[in-house]
């Protein structure tokens, strides 16, 4: 069964920096690609990013309003995705999913609040 | 940025109803079209890829069409599991971009 778990969330102050992981189970992790998806309260779907597999290059892209703060990065040998995320702005407050490449599995999704 | 429109924007159906959403791009993505299903508090779930495919496991009721800039979701014969937030969006281009949602609720 594939599974994906993120963690991390949390309450952070403006300027701050948080990292969020997604442990991934049940598929052969290193050769997938891997996006972010992010969901302000209340709001609809926004992609934040993508990593393509090692074989690919391991190359990111990443949406407009992240570039330059946020930084997808993989452990294959943990099967882990993460997404370090700097100079949080309140407007990141969001529920963070990692999906695969083609979006047909998602995680259950982490809140990050970005308050003073 | 491809940028994606969605009608209606909600709706109101009857268990049994037919229900239809339009989902429209600012430019040509060929088939590269998904579309999700989202109750409150979860994950989005894929039911239609490629325009037209139904993803593994999905109710043959779903069923999704057209190409270019304008596709349609159906749901042959609502049913009460089927309430909920649909969302289209497009991977052709990067950045891959969402529909604002149309909600489906019961009337």
């Known amino acids: 069964e594939i599974q994906l778990v993120e963690s991390g969330g949390d309450l952070v102050t403006p300027g701050g920096s948080l990292r969020l992981s997604c442990a991934a189970s049940?598929?052969?992790?290193?050769?997938?690609?891997m996006n972010w998806v992010r969901q302000a309260p209340g709001q609809g779907l926004e992609w934040v990013g993508r990593i393509k597999s090692k074989t690919a290059g391991g190359t990111t892209d990443y949406a407009a309003p992240v570039t330059g703060r946020f930084t997808m990065s993989r452990d294959d040998s943990e099967n882990t995705l993460f997404l370090q995320m700097n100079s949080l702005k309140t407007e990141d407050t969001a529920v963070y999913y990692c999906?695969?490449?083609?979006?047909?599995?998602w995680g259950q999704g982490v809140l990050v609040t970005v308050s003073s | 940025d491809i940028q994606m429109t969605q009608s209606p924007s909600s709706l109101s159906a009857s268990v049994g109803d037919r229900v239809t959403i339009t989902c429209r791009a600012s430019q040509d993505i060929s088939d590269y079209l998904n579309w999700y299903q989202q109750k409150p508090g979860k994950a989005p779930k894929l039911l239609i890829y490629d325009a037209s495919s139904l993803e593994t496991g999905v109710p043959s009721r779903f069923s999704g069409g057209g190409s270019g800039t304008d596709f349609t979701f159906t749901i042959s014969s609502l049913q009460p599991e089927d309430f909920a937030t649909y969302f289209c969006?497009?991977?052709?281009?990067?950045?891959?971009?969402f529909g604002p949602g149309t909600k489906v609720d019961i009337k």
């Open positions: 049940g598929f052969t992790f290193n050769n997938a690609w």
């Open positions: 999906a695969t490449g083609a979006f047909d599995f």
């Open positions: 969006q497009q991977y052709e281009i990067l950045p891959f971009t």
